[in-house]
């Protein structure tokens, strides 16, 4: 059974930046892709990266630039670095692996 914890979110200013942490049990991480999506309030969820079984990532393209996607196979875990945060970051973030995703971590970006 696969299970993922996110951590790392907070409380941050515009132009701060968090790094995120997804880590996993029950599936090795460089198995198969592990994505990020977030929700704002009221909106639906937006993809937000996912770096793939063979280390390639992508990004969508408000996060561009300011975020990157990683991973490390020893810890099981994948990362996800927030630079240069905007107000509209401000979301839930949620992992996903295998079809399961976790409980997500809330990021809060004021300006």
């Known amino acids: 059974q696969v299970q993922l914890v996110e951590s790392g979110g907070g409380l941050v200013q515009a132009g701060d930046s968090l790094r995120l942490s997804c880590k996993a049990s029950?599936?090795?991480?460089?198995?198969?892709?592990v994505t990020w999506y977030r929700q704002a309030p009221g909106k639906e969820r937006v993809f937000v990266a996912v770096?793939?079984?063979?280390?390639?990532?992508l990004y969508g393209d408000s996060v561009k630039g300011r975020f990157t996607i990683s991973r490390d196979n020893a810890t099981n875990t994948v990362y996800l670095q927030m630079n240069n945060l905007k107000p509209e970051d401000t979301a839930i973030y949620y992992c996903?692996?295998?079809?399961?995703w976790g409980r997500g971590t809330q990021v809060t970006v004021s300006s």
């Open positions: 029950g599936r090795s991480v460089s198995s198969e892709g």
């Open positions: 996903g692996l295998h079809m399961c």
């Open positions: 770096i793939g079984h063979l280390g390639t990532t």
